[in-house]
């Protein structure tokens, strides 16, 4: 199995910047693609930024010029830096990351979502 562990969510005012990291462990034979989603009260979950292993990132468009996705690929871990806040970026932000796991008899595919982490932009 594989595990993913979100941290530092909280309380930002608007304007501030926050960083979320997000870690994979487990039977991990090779990550593929990394994300962040986030999902608002009353609204749907939906993609905020991706970046796969090797390529281009690409970024919700209410995001884009703020946000900025990186990964460690020797850590297994994923960022979002979030700058210039707005009350709007207030969600519950997810990771999720697929890839190719270690199982008794050999490798199989996993596609694995973090518990999420509340971030607030107090306007």
């Known amino acids: 199995q594989v595990q993913l562990v979100e941290s530092g969510g909280g309380l930002v005012q608007a304007g501030g910047s926050h960083r979320l990291s997000c870690a994979a462990s487990g039977s991990i034979f090779s990550i593929n693609a990394m994300g962040w989603y986030r999902q608002a009260p009353g609204k749907q979950r939906e993609l905020v930024a991706h970046?796969?292993?090797?390529?281009?990132?690409n970024y919700a468009d209410s995001v884009k010029g703020r946000f900025t996705i990186s990964r460690d690929n020797a850590k297994n871990t994923v960022y979002l830096q979030m700058n210039s806040l707005k009350h709007e970026d207030t969600a519950v932000y997810y990771c999720?990351?697929?890839?190719?796991?270690?199982?008794?008899?050999?490798?199989?595919?996993?596609?694995?979502w973090g518990q999420g982490t509340q971030v607030t932009v107090s306007s």
């Open positions: 970046i796969p292993n090797g390529g281009s990132t």
């Open positions: 999720k990351t697929n890839g190719l796991r270690y199982t008794p008899s050999g490798i199989t595919t996993f596609d694995s």
